[in-house]
């Protein structure tokens, strides 16, 4: 099953993203996070 979170980010700066990344591996959660102009798609 997925659940596919997207949240509105218009700049191309990653540290939102990168920050998203560290919580879910710090606590063992698998995820893909994707970030394009407009959106970080989790």
Do not use: P
């Amino acid at each position: 099953m997925y659940f596919i979170f997207q949240l509105e980010f218009n700049s191309t700066k990653t540290y939102i993203a990168d920050l998203i990344r560290a919580y879910a591996k710090q606590i063992g959660i698998e995820l893909d996070v994707f970030q394009d102009s407009k959106l970080i798609t989790i």
